[in-house]
């Protein structure tokens, strides 16, 4: 989960993420657009090979990002967060704004896990991190590790 719009480096970021979901052969789940975040991860997935679900928010896939090979479209605006977390083993929240703090929310709320890559939330989630729910990486190479570590009282099976 991330921004419409991003720094340059945040973006790279989010590809080479997108990339290494892909390599692993898992699934990236995204908004869909073709913005910020959302179209770097899911260029980066493609690229590599990977599946990418696209939970848009429109009833048409006219801002979709061309990299997402299954778009699903919800016609629910910032209501299809529920869909995006619901829909996720593992959140990893990119910088973002209000959208992204609100999938945040949504994930803890839900019970899974979320990572931060790169996005500063520290004193709005200190519960969260307490409890396990919330962890950080500032890598993309420290989200695959936490991935793979498993781990925390948020983890679902």
Wanted: aromatic share 2%; glycine share 16%.
């Amino acid at each position: 989960m991330g921004g419409g719009a991003a720094a340059p480096s945040a973006l790279e970021k989010a590809r080479e993420l997108g990339a290494r979901i892909a390599r692993e052969g898992w699934v990236l789940l995204n908004g869909g657009r073709n913005a910020g975040i959302m179209a770097a991860s899911a260029r980066g997935a493609r690229e590599a090979g990977g599946l990418v679900i696209g939970i848009l928010p429109d009833d048409h896939a006219k801002q979709a990002s061309p990299h997402v090979t299954i778009p699903i479209l919800t016609g629910m605006g910032s209501a299809r967060n529920w869909i995006n977390v619901l829909s996720c083993h593992v959140v990893v929240a990119c910088p973002g704004g209000p959208g992204t703090i609100s999938e945040i929310a949504l994930a803890l709320k839900a019970g899974r896990r979320v990572i931060l890559m790169d996005m500063d939330t520290r004193g709005i989630f200190e519960r969260y991190e307490a409890a396990g729910m919330l962890e950080r990486a500032d890598t993309p190479d420290g989200v695959i590790a936490a991935i793979k570590a498993g781990g925390g009282a948020g983890r679902k099976s």
